[in-house]
């Protein structure tokens, strides 16, 4: 069990996803991710696991050098950075770069992509911190994440000395995890029966 605050990954608090991992294996086909892409996000978790903080302050200063992504962690009345609440995404956001890594796609794993959905939908975005920030993160601003998150972690899949076959591959990985998970975060900003 984790001490992370929030972090309930595996725990009966987690409702079950609305995807089936059925649905979730066609998912997979459809972004071309395949047993390799498990190799090798598993080969890029050796790397991640010793930059976690690194690569947190890389993704950390990318949204708060942008006032209109620092929005979601800031007071919803005066608009000022919370602390707090900064401080305590950024350690379940570690946490996240090491399961993603891991590649351990379970009914577990299936749930928590959709608690994290709803933690940054209006359904339950604040209510694991108690911050009094702002509602929503807006959808457009989620999914274009994909693209600064996936690129700036490429220079630490190559720090490691591994070939630049190597590097490419863990690189794509993680691109198609990424986007198998923010569809999955989606579900609560898609109409029913849309998704
Ligand atoms: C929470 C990842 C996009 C704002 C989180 C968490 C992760 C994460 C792992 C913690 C989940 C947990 O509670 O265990 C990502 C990834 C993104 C992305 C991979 C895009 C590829 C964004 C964007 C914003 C944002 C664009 C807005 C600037 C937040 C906020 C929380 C959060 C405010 C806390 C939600 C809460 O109140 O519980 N994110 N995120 N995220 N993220 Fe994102």
Redesign the pocket.
């Known amino acids: 069990m984790s001490d992370i605050p929030?972090?309930t990954?595996g725990t009966p608090s987690v409702a079950r996803s609305p995807v089936s991992l059925t649905d979730f294996e066609k998912m997979k086909a459809s972004v071309l991710f395949g047993e390799e892409d498990v190799k090798y996000l598993r080969m890029s978790h050796d790397i991640v696991k010793g930059h976690v903080e690194a690569i947190l302050d890389v993704w950390y200063g990318f949204?708060g050098s942008q006032p209109h992504?620092?929005?979601?962690?800031s007071g919803k009345k005066d608009g000022k950075p919370l602390g707090d609440?900064l401080g305590l995404?950024r350690k379940?956001?570690g946490?996240?770069i090491l399961d993603t890594s891991l590649a351990q796609y379970d009914q577990a794993w299936l749930d928590?992509q959709h608690?994290?959905g709803l933690?940054?939908h209006r359904v339950?975005?604040?209510?694991?911190?108690g911050?009094p920030?702002t509602d929503v993160?807006p959808f457009r601003?989620?999914f274009?994440?994909?693209f600064p998150?996936t690129f700036t972690l490429r220079p630490f899949l190559a720090r490691q000395g591994h070939s630049a076959e190597d590097v490419e591959k863990m690189s794509a990985a993680w691109l198609k995890s990424?986007l198998l998970?923010?569809t999955l975060w989606a579900h609560p900003y898609v109409k029913d029966g849309d998704f």
């Open positions: 929030g972090y990954h949204v992504l620092l929005a979601s962690f609440y995404v379940r956001f946490q996240w928590y608690e994290i933690r940054h339950k975005k604040n209510k694991t911190d911050a920030s993160v601003d989620l274009a994440l994909i998150v990424c998970q923010v």
